[in-house]
């Protein structure tokens, strides 16, 4: 089933990681199996936030010679970045298989992103001016607490609860998914792609990557694929409201929009509030009122709408 | 036909039917008929309040059942908070006041009751309403009406997709728009869209009569405009009257969508008959 929620602020901030968490916490019963983030902090001039990961959570119960891979894993990422000239200027741990750098970087973005990823194990969740994405296993409650979103401030966020339909319960098949190789783009989908063999493999023949067997991963990297080519996003959605077959609906964030589409048959849910400050957007009323407790005017979307706000 | 006096001399069944039927569902001998036999006497001018807040799907209804069980016959539920499954299988006569907005599968499976809802209601609202009269004061989400059966179905807003699915009675009012679907696999009973209508509307309906005041996007295989008479206008006007939904330019301009009723015989017709139809 999953739920997806989104939220952005026309003016100004708010506190988006807890209110994100609160939204996709109404949405557990939508999906139990993991929680993801996209979330967006002011932007730091010249610096990247690189998210990235070097194994899954349950690669920890394979035994102790793991802890010792991970350790290696993580350095030997760490070289890579050296190598390539980028400048690690904060390094954190989020968890013992997830990391949070700021780097200093000028260099060809996608090479860097291929080099970790040669790594074992390694994949980028995503690479950012101004967005962190952060997904692990368990509900929103779980995961915001052990990434400490609770006291995160900024201007827009998708989210994702996610009940494992197509493929496994891991950290590479949860969503968000980022737009490789573009900075701070990031895409959440409820539904399913019916064509995602056929235009994966068009995608691939383009040079695209994927890293998971996940079909929401495809419109990532479509999305990718039609920003490399110049297409606006707002284009972007209503081109793949024809090429995308299935039934879906899946918000887009860039560094300072959110955008959503919806299939031709309307058949995933899609709750939307709009006021002069803000606009939520939630598969169910409820993750609004999460954050929005007294009474509010929300509508659906209607079958082939596309919607794209600013922050 | 002379002669046959019973549907058993016509070859229909003699045996008595098993589970559910009317005899053990019904009593007769109720003022007004058929009501249920374990419906609840209640008194309207007896009115309770019900909190929502903090409390499951479960402890609502039970409460309100409660209540109705010690003769309240007007109870207002408040803050709802859009939560699911709330005011669900009430099949007797009461007044229900909705305070707040409902989410998913609210009102569904009622017999009898008065509702009116002041916020937005989520999807399946009202799904398989059989009798009685419900109102929506905003918004609606998809599905509002499924399979109904009967009673008075009103969404003063707009409502989602596949509005009406599968309806097979009663009346469903709709004050601004409908998305695309409405009315698909419809059987019987009416609805009507102040607004503007979504594609494919009427898709594959069987029976039934859709009025739309508004623009329809385009309709569904097998869903015909039919001829708007006197008889639909002055229907059309009580109605929209009734529920202060009448359009200042009346009800003239209103389009009457009817099922052609081509695919009745679908399963007998040839592969090139069939593509003929579709």
Known sequence: MCGIAGLIYRKGTSNIGQEMTDMLQALKHRGPDSTGFAIYGKPTKGQHVLRFKVAEQEDLDSGLKIHDEIKDRRSRVDTILKELGAKVTKAEEATEYAYRYEIQFDGDMKKLADHVEDVEGAEILSIGNSLELIKDLGDAGVVSGQYGLGNFTGTHGIGHTRMATESDVDIRSAHPYWAYPYNDIAVVHNGQITNYWLMRRQLEREGQRFVSNCDSELLAVYTASNMEKGISLEESLTQSIQEIDGVFTYLVTTADQLGMAKDTMAAKPMVLYESDDMVALASEEVAIRAIIPHEIDTWDPYDEEVRVWQA | ?278
């Open chain 2, 1 to 278: 036909m002379a002669g046959v006096s019973t549907s058993h001399e016509m070859g229909l069944h003699t045996e008595p039917l098993k589970g559910r039927d009317i005899k053990t569902m019904f009593t007769l001998e109720n003022e007004g008929g058929y009501g249920y036999a374990f419906a609840r006497d209640v008194d309207f001018n007896k009115r309770a309040e019900v909190d929502a807040e903090g409390k499951t799907a479960r402890e609502v209804n039970s409460k309100i059942r409660e209540l109705m069980d010690s003769g309240h016959g007007t109870i207002v539920l408040k803050n709802p908070g859009a939560a699911h499954s709330l005011v669900v299988g009430i099949l007797n006569r009461a007044n229900i006041i909705v305070e707040g907005s409902l989410g998913y599968f609210g009102c569904g499976l009622l017999d009898g009751p008065n509702v009116r809802v002041s916020g937005r209601v989520g999807w399946s609202f009202g799904e398989n309403l059989m009798a009685g009269t419900i109102v929506v004061e905003k918004n609606a989400g998809s599905t509002f009406g499924a399979a109904m059966r009967g009673g008075d179905l009103v969404c003063k807003g707009s409502v989602g997709s596949r509005t009406g699915i599968d309806q097979k009675g009663g009346t469903i009012l709709v004050g601004g728009d409908t998305g695309a679907f409405s009315g698909f696999m419809m059987q019987r009973g009416r609805m009507v869209v102040c607004g503007n209508a979504g594609k494919n509307l009427g898709d594959s309906m069987y029976d039934g009569t859709i009025y739309v005041g508004g623009e329809i996007k385009d309709l569904g295989v097998d869903a015909i405009p039919g001829e708007l008479t006197d008889l639909d206008k002055a229907w059309l006007t009580r109605k929209l009257t009734q529920y202060e939904l009448m359009p200042e330019k009346g009800v003239d301009h209103f389009t009457k969508i009817v099922a052609g009723k081509q695919l009745w015989s679908y399963d007998n017709l040839e592969p090139s008959e069939k593509k003929l139809v579709l």
